[in-house]
């Protein structure tokens, strides 16, 4: 259930005008009262003898009573309250209740109190009723109205238990603007499966991503095919921007602008503008690679998976706005990674930024310039080019998405520590459309190395079994027991070959980032030993054995060990995973 305090107003007949009429768009279906103040209280919807102007007239009697001095200015108090898409259609009389509840609640009307403000609540539509107010008590005080709107959405959750209602979290004014509900039945009357808000959004927030001054954005937004408005000062300094859809007009045929801050509190100028400046004041790092580097698809998504394991470790373990930069800049790698992907994984990966976009924000500020390895890696996917569905792009893709899953869990989790409720559900969401991407990314090349392990000799395979128990102890039989184990095998075997410590790679895989939300702890394992070991992602061949070494004689290395003592792969005291 989700209550919204509107702007209070000066004009009682105004609004409830717009409550009985029609609507915008003529949306409005059998517009009437379900409640009010009094039980005898006109109905204008469904009272041929009643008008608007009637109920009006006493909505305000409290106020006309008081000397003109004393009137308040913004005397009318207004509060929509809608269901969720998946909640069931509620009676009138169970919105009556809902409405007596949020009256009180906010402190129009306490319970008990028969001085209470006057007000009316209307229906004119199935999901949702209207509540408008007059904010003088008939005692002729004011009311007290301190946080309305969080006492309003505290109650909502109270309903939504004892109605059996979807659980909704409440929020804490960092989430875009709900599109209303003429621009929901505008897009349905259209034939689209967005409204104009939506898919502005999405388009604005895919153009910032990975851009580097306003130049670049505003010619992603052209190349569009949005139109743009920009807002300049006298002196011709750029304040501002507006985007509209080209098909979606009003009344008089005019384009429906929307400000970037309408669409999302960080897609304002202001607030895009601390992406670049913090572009601006670096240059290059082992982690940032230039825009001069080598790009193709599979390199682009090879480094972003790199950023992603180095940006785990900073939301799990970083400063808070440290953390809070890397997590809104995830929403920009997902946002690249939707755009440049096959069809096969694009409807997931998008669906995951989409869902991500709202665990982007928080109150917690980012401090920008420590996430410009994400950024840089969104840079690079853009630029990089859209990406096949198969060999080392089709490869390299399943390797990122596992990254990025295990960096949206992360996500996850420090947003859940800090209470951030919305955010938390919000990338839990993105995970889950990330693992539905990750299955038919993975599915050919994990193939391909599955076929390559059930090929390796006898002898192999029993040294690399005696390997894993000994350096992953703790993980060893589940792994063995997973199909992706031969995948695993054929993996360790390439990276031997290749001159790499198998047992260092397995150990480093495991000690430095969680497990425990992987369906697959091999396909994750192959992943990250790939990454390290800097091997193709699509295995084009598995060098042969080495063989100066002797399977019959050569010994598993000697279980290596933590600072704190413990066995890599054994999990700390008191863990989890």
Known sequence: MIPRVHKR??????????LYGKGTHEEHVDPHLVTAWDSFAPDPGRDPQATKRHLQQLLDQPVQALAESRRPAKHVWHL???????????????????????????GIAPAADEAGCRWAAVRHADDHIHIIATLVREDGRRPRLNNDAK?????ARLIEAEYGLKQLSTGDGTAAQRPTSAERHKAQRQGRERTAREELRESVRRAVTGARSEEEFFDRLA????????????????????????????????????????????????????RWSADSDKTGSPDSPGSASPNSPSAARRRTATAAWVAIGVVEDGDDAVAAAY????????????????????????????AFERASRSHIRAVRGHDRALRQAARD???????????????????????????????????????????AEAASRAAEHLRNAYRPAAA?????LYQRG???????????TALLRETLPSLAEKILTEPGWYALAATIAEADAAGHDPAALLSDAVESRELGTADSVSDVLVWRLRRQADLPADAPGIPKNRTAKNPATVRPPAPRTTTSGRRFGDAAPGSTR
Not at 10 to 16: A, C, I, Q, R, V
Not at 236 to 260: H, T
Not at 390 to 408: H, N, P, Q, Y
Not at 454 to 464: E, I
């Open 151 to 155: 006492r309003s959405q505290a109650e």
């Open 80 to 106: 929509s309250v809608r269901a969720a898409p998946d909640d069931p259609v509620l009676s009138d009389e169970q919105w009556g209740e809902i409405a007596r509840r949020m009256v009180a609640a906010t």
């Open 444 to 448: 050919q090349p994990l193939g391909v």
């Open 223 to 274: 190349a569009a095919g949005l139109l743009i408005r920009k807002r300049e000062a006298p002196s011709g300094d750029l304040l501002g921007y507006k985007v509209a859809l080209p098909d979606d007009r009003n009344k008089s045929g005019e384009p429906v602008f929307y400000p970037g801050a309408r669409l999302a509190p960080d897609l304002s100028l202001p607030r895009i503008r601390e």
């Open 381 to 423: 996917l853009v630029h990089g080019g859209p990406a096949l569905g198969r060999g080392e792009d089709g490869a390299s893709t399943a390797m990122v998405i596992d990254m990025l899953f295990f960096l949206v869990t992360a996500a996850a989790h420090w947003h859940a520590r800090k209470g951030h409720a919305q955010q």
């Open 454 to 464: 059930r090929r390796l000799s006898q002898p192999v395979l029993q040294r690399q």
């Open 9 to 18: 107003g000066s004009n009682t007949f105004g609004l409830l005008n717009y």
């Open 327 to 354: 997590v809104a800049a995830t929403g920009e790698v997902l946002d690249a990674l939707a755009k440049t992907s096959a069809a096969h994984t694009r409807s997931e990966l998008r669906d995951a930024a989409n």
